[in-house]
């Protein structure tokens, strides 16, 4: 009868190797302490398994090359013998990787929620921060736009003054309504959507956010659609659109490079083919440096960022992530290293009849 072995594994190989061995010393065990030996083995090499995460569909193949090999080194063995010795072994072994991949399971549980506990926490923290600055930021915001408004009685209606004045008024009341829906998260109240057309919408904020984006970073917008409707408050579609273009040129850097922003109205996998699109696509696509794996995985958890410190708080796409699942929708992500990212949001369409599709 072979002599016992040290059953530390550093390899699936190595775990072939010694459950093998397990077998055949619990099919030539002479006595029942030989017998328990070879179990204690073969549960051990159980939660070795799992150490080195081999998947459950394997553990059998293990099982059935262990079985040839003893097979083929042993062809004298009567069938009824090896039958009878080697299910003790297998059961020891799939019992133990149960309870490894159980206890593994329920620490990742206990992690993953430990993590939401601070994450909430920590969201919390922020809520209770906007709550006690809106104030402030309104008072300076009335100031900018009573003082706007004073100023444009004195320029001449066409002059670029006229115009750049009336930047700074839209961009004013773009940030009251941010505020206000800072307020909203703080204070958790009700959202007040209506009827929205996106394609207006994100030209005008195209038009705002141009002027702030690095000169290097050149803005397409292709709509493929005359208007798209989706029920929400315009300040929500602002932030889903002002957030993804300003993540898109911060991957680009101080590079040249491209934004591209479409609109679309899409038929899910889910819908029937002869149905009306009931879909809205909204997607932005950047030449940047894109994401590794890693950054994918966890792109939307907040506070999560790459940059900086200093540069950027890591919110932005946790805010649009929970936006774009506030208002019914789905958000998608492809990048790769070297080939950019393509973030593709999708929000249940409203249906207008003034809406036209362009072919």
Known sequence: MPESTDTTASSSNDIARLYAEVLQRAVFARDALALEMALTEASDLGRDLIALEIPLEEVGELHHDALMRLSRANPELPLSQVAARITAPLMEATMAY???FREQLE???TTLVNARLEQSRRLEAVGTLAAGIAHDFNNILGAILGFSELLEDELAPESSGKQHLAYIQ???FRARDLIARMLTFARDLADSPVPVEVVGLVRETLALLRATLPVGVRV????????A???AE???IQQIVMNLCINAADAIGEAQGHIEIEIECVRRPDDAADETPAWICLSVSDDGEGMTPEVRERVFDPFFTTK?????SGLGLSVIHGLVGKLGGHIQLDSAQGRG???VIELPRLIQEAETTLR
């Open 234 to 236: 315009p300040s929500q």
């Open 98 to 100: 149960s309870l490894a």
């Open 341 to 343: 990212s393509r973030f």
């Open 220 to 227: 397409g917008f292709t709509p493929r659609v005359d208007e």
């Open 308 to 312: 900086a410190p200093g540069k950027g």
């Open 229 to 231: 409707w989706v029920l």
């Open 107 to 109: 620490h990742r549980a």
């Open 170 to 172: 839209q961009a004013s």
